[in-house]
């Protein structure tokens, strides 16, 4: 009776509940999530999931260049994933003739698909549970210095002997703050090729004002595929590499869905925080969000006034303006979501319970004061992080010129430190990126930035870490001196300069005024910011690390680690939800719906006149023949960023749909997922095809698919 009564408690709580809306290591798929998994539906077993010997799913799902995920759909290693995350290698064979941003890109044979440098794929072979060797030789009470530099020893020994293949990777993660440790055997594929994405009309349908928003009618996908050598093994770039064979890729079924449909998601979440204590949540939503939207409002605010007034500016700055939203929108949906859940007190109720479990199972009575240690540290804390923020934000997220100057300041630290050769080196590395950066740039805006960035530093900087050399008064006149001189703000000028010897590159550097000022800002973060941060990190983790370990030991229930870029999987079911009260959202948009928002024109809400007709034509057969063509979906899987692009998966193994965001208004599923407005976003795969076939044409690659009817 007991037992019952505490897993109500947890489940009540919220912080364990069942497996349902959870992040699984596939290797650990226990009989109680597999049978849970069963009971809404699904069919597959664990090995179907995940298998280190045999042909499973995770074959099929890649890690789509380090940040997204995707899936191989057919034999000959064709890749679907997101139009967001294929965006950057559109854009880069984009131009004034072939503009594939705008218009799309089909191609219509192997000889047409685009190569594109530093793009790389991961396929997860292996995942093994390396705790016992990690941890091996570590004791309770060894220094916490010696601790970390012995698992470091034991990490890289691990990696060196561990069983693979001339062409794979190993690579050791740390799960629950290094509670665990796991190994993954990878493969890292490097000819990657576009093959085809819709236009951004559809690709971004809605762009930022429909970003975390249901109802969405996105067709957020494209299409990419492996390439390798002759014997099917990763290989650079080459014109004689042939098309990856895949034995193993995802079947499509285009059986309508509905609600209560199960699904999976397979793929690569990159960060939540779901275990930290409510004080550290309380601190972020109040404290460190308010001050990051405003600055990123500020920002925005400016950039969108230009790129109103001038369509130059205005293509420039689209995707900026585009990246720096995302976030913006993600932390106010997200300050908003944790107070409507009341996740704090939630937290708190947690807490309380935590207390009395350490008494009843007589664990580290050290933990009874654990909250009153995360109470000071975050004290300590919130000063740093915040002029942490204040840094990053003003210095290097949102003013290019103050992020060149970054540049060239950890470029003339390699000089001193490293001396000629290095520099040289880093120069390399440090020019196209320095120099490229006046491609999407106007001055006039980033002097706008710049002035008003600065006077938010001198208002809202925490006073220990302010510049008192910086006077709110001056900072027009400055901006207006700087801009006008400063070899920070002329291309050809940097470029002549960067070509000088590191020495004469150097005095000429010293003696600008824009790298001047920019210098106390960045002395500031390096000197002082960077190091009191380092130190508060290093004691939160030191301390969030035994606090998750007490958790586990407190825990009768299995316990999911937070997102960490590895490989999980997460289910649930397509279902809707009530945002607010007397307001119900359904699962599945339509094509319908797309009519709805179109405004001829717009640069968010246009469409290609092509899919008017196809819709006044209801000319949707196959995808569908109900005479409504579905386009996105939503579910109740939990996911985060890094999880989009991958496949949203039905209960026989086929893919349905490609997942690319969340609803709005439970986006602090990243700190407090809550089933009952969290919702994932998805493309439905039908629109998917749909589009491939009937607006691109592109009936090669539909040939080239399994589809399930
Ligand atoms: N919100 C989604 C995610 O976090 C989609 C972002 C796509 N980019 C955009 N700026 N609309 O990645
Ligand atoms: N849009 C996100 C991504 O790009 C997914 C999310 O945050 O839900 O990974």
Redo the contacts with the bound molecule.
Sequence with gaps: MKRILTGLIWLSIGLISAQNGRMIIPSELSEETIYEMTEMGSKLTSNDIYSSDQLSLNDAVIQFNGG?TGEIVSPKGLILT?H??GYGAIQAHSTFEHNYVRDGFWSKSFEEELPNPGMHVTFVRKIENVTEEVLKGITPDMDPVLKQSLIQKNIKLISQTYPKEDWQEVNIKAFFEGNQYYAFTLENYKDIRLVAAPPSSIGKFGANTDNWMWPRHSGDFSVFRIYADKNNRPAAYSPDNVPYKSSAYFKINIKPKKTGDFFMIYGFP?RTQEYLPSVAVAQKVEIINPARIEIRKTALDIMQHYMQRNDTIKLKYTAKFARIANYWKKWIGESQGIKKTQAVDRKKEFEKYFLNQVKIKKLDPEYLSIYDRFEDLYQQNKDIELARNYFIEIAYLNNDLLKRALSLYNLQQIYQTKGKEAFKLSEKKFSPQILGSFKNYDSQVDKALFEALMKLYVDKMPEKYKNKAIKKENISQTADIIYANSVLNQPDKLKSLLHKNPKKFLRILNDDPGYQYAQQLIKDYYQKIAPDYQNIRTQINQLQKKYIKGIIAASDKRLYPDANGTLRISYGVIKGYEPRDAVYYFPISHVRGIIEKYIPGDYEFDVPKKLIELYQKKDYAPYSTTGEMPVNFIGTAH??????GSPAINAEGDLIGI????VWEGTMSDLYYDQKISR?IMVDINYVLFIIDKLGNNQRLIKEMTIKK
């Design positions: 997204c997101n967001h995350c990159g996911t985060t960023g890094g999880n989009s997942n690319f965001d969340r994932n």
